[in-house]
């Protein structure tokens, strides 16, 4: 049976589905959104600010050519397209294309962000998009002296989230600034991701926490700081058992087990690499109950006659080195 709801009450989900994205509780807005668009009778911008937010959901677990398909089944739909959902949608659009090394397309999104700019208040999607141009000019260097122009999106990012406290923003810019130094510029790359861990703290983001402290290790072991480089691992490990997020506990189990076998501890570093495997066994179980999930849901639809001729999308591709956001967004 159908349920209804108000414009008033939509904004209060809406809001709450917005923090948890910014806490990457991605799972849980996926679930969310699905049931609302299932068994909610919406209206067709509703509709579209739903998908929009799970559209970033699917990117923050890098299933990128589901998210993609999503944007552009929004894009190609009659229904009312709201700003916010279409700046949400063009931001990740940016990163989906930079994955693949589409500088044309990721250039296109851009500009269009920047359009989109030039009459509305600039918001945290402001931001996203100034780090987005930061890392599009990083990884793709289209042009000449394309890292002096990143860094300059950068700067302007973290100044912009320091200034209206977008954690997410602020957070993610240093980061980007830490990537810019030379290469064995250890102290200042070591201080923007310290100040990007903080960040990244304010925002109770336990994913960005854990891989802060995992490339602070990898700093301190550059170094030959061994002891501090086992402390950020551990920080690391914690952030990962707090969350309880399998993919989370996999990459720390992956990495605690590479850095112990680096420094010769060989019978921990096995017993770490056998926590890695286990957690990506748990990571397959956990995908084939997201897909029995998908299908009876489905199933339910259609015996509902709620939907029609809805397309079988492919199934979600979780290899391990497509889920850290801070691979795909940096690297």
Do not use: W
Not at 48 to 70: C, G, I, M, Q, R
Not at 87 to 108: D, G, K, M, P
Not at 179 to 187: E, L, W
Request: glycine share 2%; net charge positive.
């Amino acid at each position: 049976m159908c349920q209804y709801f108000s414009a008033q009450d939509f904004e209060s989900i809406y809001n709450k589905l917005d923090k948890d994205l910014l806490k990457f509780k991605s799972s849980n807005v996926i679930v969310q959104v699905d049931s609302l668009l299932y068994r909610q009778e919406v209206s067709g911008f509703i509709v579209n600010d739903l998908k929009s937010l799970k559209v970033e959901a699917l990117a923050e677990y890098s299933f990128y050519t589901k998210a993609l398909e999503l944007t552009n089944e929004i894009l190609a739909s009659k229904d009312i397209l709201s700003e916010r959902a279409e700046v949400r949608i063009r931001v990740q659009r940016a990163l989906i294309f930079e994955v693949f090394e589409n500088s044309r397309e990721t250039l296109f999104e851009l500009n269009r962000l920047e359009e989109i700019y030039t009459t509305k208040p600039k918001d945290r999607y402001y931001g996203q998009y100034l780090f987005r141009k930061s890392s599009y000019y990083r990884v793709l260097k289209p042009v000449e002296k394309s890292d002096s122009i990143g860094l300059l999106y950068a700067q302007k990012a973290a100044a912009f989230g320091d200034l209206h406290k977008y954690y997410d923003v602020s957070a993610i810019a240093k980061m980007l600034q830490s990537f810019f130094r030379d290469k064995k510029d250890y102290k200042n790359k070591r201080r923007f991701l310290q100040a990007a861990l903080k960040d990244f703290k304010l925002l109770e983001n336990p994913l960005s926490v854990s891989l802060m402290y995992t490339e602070l290790s990898r700093i301190s072991q550059k170094e030959n700081e061994i002891e501090k480089a086992q402390i950020y691992l551990d920080s690391a490990l914690n952030e990962a058992k707090i969350t309880g997020d399998l993919f989370l506990k996999s990459y720390t189990f992956e990495k605690r087990s590479i850095f112990l076998e680096s420094i010769g501890q060989k019978d921990s570093a096995l017993y770490y690499f056998k926590k890695f495997h286990k957690a990506e066994i748990g990571i397959n179980v956990e995908k084939q109950k997201l897909e029995v999930a998908e299908i009876n849901l489905k199933n339910q639809i259609e015996n509902q006659k709620l939907i029609v001729n809805k397309s079988k999308s492919e199934l979600l591709d979780l290899k391990k080195d497509n889920f850290s956001v801070f691979i795909y967004y940096f690297l």
